[in-house]
């Protein structure tokens, strides 16, 4: 791994990170990476995404917030690319395809319910 | 009188209780009274100093209003894992947000614990965060268990970061996402 791809992953796992605290100060640094690097921005949100996914439990609202904050704030392309996101990982590999509400499902329509808020 | 009611909403239950959150509470749990009100004051005026800025901007506190009126609050604290020869002897650890941790990877004490799991009327987080490169007080109702299916109005926001500004007597801002 380069420097260059080593700086990238690292500040992509920040990014991530960021998501999960989700203070003003950092919803600014998160604004600011999705209108400048959006590419890296959704990689950062699908790494968040797949903790919750494959964890025992999970804060739907914590994931919720998020889209919605997304929807009202971020560029439109940004609410399109996560709901794409969100929408594909639904459709392939469940780990518990067939259950009900199981925590990767519930991931992923958290977030899609926060993105289908009205953008302010 | 106050009408508790009108002013911060209708008592609920806790839409969901996680297994580990059942008959345990934050170690660092407080009524928020003029004295809990001063050591908050106190605590962001030293969070200020460059020495303890970075720490406090990695922590949070949790509050909730239980049926009474009461604001419960505390820091946002994880459960230790059991050990194979019982319950956690280590208590009150408080949850470091960012990093490195998800917040999948911890057992946190939600916001049921500082209600004993019963009904609360308004809850929230209560952070310092800087604001044009000074640290300030901010307050959200961003509880997923009591207020995310009734949502607070408004007013009943208002009322609630009223109410801790005037408890903390520092200005508190209103975080609406």
Same mark, same amino acid.
């Given at each position: 791994?380069?420097m ?13 990170c ?7 100060s ?12 959006p ?12 903790e ?17 904050w997304?929807?009202?704030?971020c ?13 594909t ?9 067939g ?10 329509k ?11 | 009188?106050?009408?508790?009611d ?8 806790? /839409? ?28 962001g ?31 946002? @604290? ?63 109702v961003?509880?997923?268990?009591y ?5 607070? /109005?408004?007013?009943?926001c ?5 109410y801790?500004? /005037?408890?903390?007597? @520092? ?7």
């Amino acid at each position: 791994m380069n420097m260059n791809t080593q700086m990238s992953a690292r500040h992509m796992n920040d990014l991530a990170c960021l998501f999960g605290s989700f203070k003003p100060s950092e919803r600014n640094l998160l604004l600011g990476a999705a209108t400048t690097a959006p590419s890296k921005f959704v990689h950062a949100l699908e790494a968040f995404l797949g903790e919750w996914a494959s964890a025992g439990w999970i804060e739907e609202y914590n994931i919720e917030r998020v889209g919605k904050w997304i929807a009202k704030n971020c560029p439109a392309d940004m609410t399109i690319r996560a709901k794409t996101l969100a929408e594909t990982k639904l459709v392939a590999n469940d780990p518990a395809d067939g259950l009900a509400d199981s925590v990767y499902t519930l991931t992923y329509k958290s977030l899609l319910a926060g993105l289908s808020f009205p953008k302010s | 009188m106050i009408d508790y009611d009108s002013r911060f909403g209708l008592p609920r239950p806790p /839409t969901s209780i996680q297994p580990w959150e059942h008959d345990v509470a934050p170690v660092s749990k407080v009524l928020l009274d003029v004295d809990s009100g001063k050591a908050l004051k106190d605590y962001g005026q030293v969070a200020s100093s460059a020495l303890f800025r970075a720490a406090a901007k990695c922590f949070l506190f949790i509050w909730a209003m239980d049926i009474d009126g009461a604001v419960h609050v505390a820091f946002e @604290e994880v459960l230790p894992p059991e050990t194979s020869s019982g319950p956690p002897l280590l208590c009150g650890h408080p949850r470091r947000r960012r990093f490195p941790a998800h917040p999948a990877a911890e057992k946190k004490l939600g916001h049921p614990t500082l209600v004993s799991c019963g009904n609360a009327r308004i809850a929230g987080e209560l952070f310092l965060d800087e604001c044009d490169r000074k640290l300030m007080w901010y307050i959200n109702v961003a509880s997923g268990r009591y207020c995310r299916d009734m949502q607070p /109005t408004p007013d009943q926001c208002e009322a609630v970061r009223h109410y801790f500004e /005037t408890m903390i007597d @520092e200005t508190v801002i209103l975080d609406e996402i």
